[in-house]
């Protein structure tokens, strides 16, 4: 009888690398453009809101696919989520990305300025989404480890 071991899929350390700094890269280039925003303070304050209202919501979400995405193979514990949860995470991250672009196009700044601040949100967005997956990856990556070096340790002291 042949035994062999699984290997775990896992993230190479320059992808690791790569997805930090760009998250990074995007929160700096965000900061950045929100800090020198001309205008009223209160309008840069309601837009420094939308950009971590659209960070939060897209991490939510990530999280909200993902768990889903376990129940919807048959590997999650229960039965998911409620309707009305998905209708709060979907539709939080909807009313989060439409006011903020609402509030950047309405907002008296040069095309310019606007192009920059659209840019770099939606960059931001992006990125949290890949952070996220990546993260989540490794969680289930280091659960998958546990539980095979679990098994590996009964099937050792089942032999002796």
Not at 37 to 43: D, Q
Not at 71 to 77: I, K, S
Not at 119 to 132: D, E, M, P
Not at 140 to 155: G, I, K, P, T, Y
């Given at each position: 009888?042949h035994?062999?071991?699984?290997t775990?899929q896992?993230?190479?350390r320059?992808w690791?690398f790569?997805v930090?700094a760009s998250?990074?890269?995007?929160?700096f280039?965000?900061?950045?453009?929100l800090a020198?925003l001309?205008?009223?303070?209160?309008e840069?304050a309601?837009?420094l809101m939308?950009?971590?209202?659209c960070?939060s919501?897209?991490?939510?979400?990530?999280?909200?696919?993902?768990?889903?995405?376990?129940?919807?193979?048959g590997a999650g514990?229960?039965g998911?989520?409620?309707?009305?949860?998905?209708?709060v995470?979907?539709?939080?991250?909807?009313?989060a990305?439409g006011?903020?672009?609402?509030?950047?196009w309405?907002?008296?700044i040069?095309?310019?300025?606007?192009?920059?601040?659209?840019?770099s949100?939606?960059?931001?967005i992006?990125c949290?989404f890949t952070?996220?997956?990546m993260?989540?990856?490794?969680h289930?990556a280091d659960?998958a480890?546990?539980r095979l070096?679990s098994?590996?340790?009964?099937?050792?002291?089942a032999?002796?």
């Amino acid at each position: 009888m042949h035994s062999s071991t699984p290997t775990l899929q896992r993230d190479t350390r320059a992808w690791q690398f790569q997805v930090w700094a760009s998250f990074g890269i995007a929160v700096f280039l965000c900061a950045t453009g929100l800090a020198w925003l001309p205008g009223e303070r209160l309008e840069v304050a309601f837009m420094l809101m939308g950009y971590v209202f659209c960070l939060s919501a897209a991490f939510m979400l990530a999280k909200f696919v993902r768990d889903n995405q376990g129940v919807r193979r048959g590997a999650g514990q229960g039965g998911g989520d409620t309707p009305l949860w998905k209708l709060v995470v979907w539709g939080g991250f909807a009313v989060a990305m439409g006011l903020t672009g609402w509030g950047l196009w309405g907002m008296a700044i040069s095309a310019t300025y606007k192009a920059f601040l659209g840019v770099s949100w939606l960059y931001l967005i992006t990125c949290a989404f890949t952070l996220a997956k990546m993260l989540r990856d490794r969680h289930e990556a280091d659960l998958a480890d546990a539980r095979l070096r679990s098994r590996l340790q009964a099937r050792t002291e089942a032999a002796e």
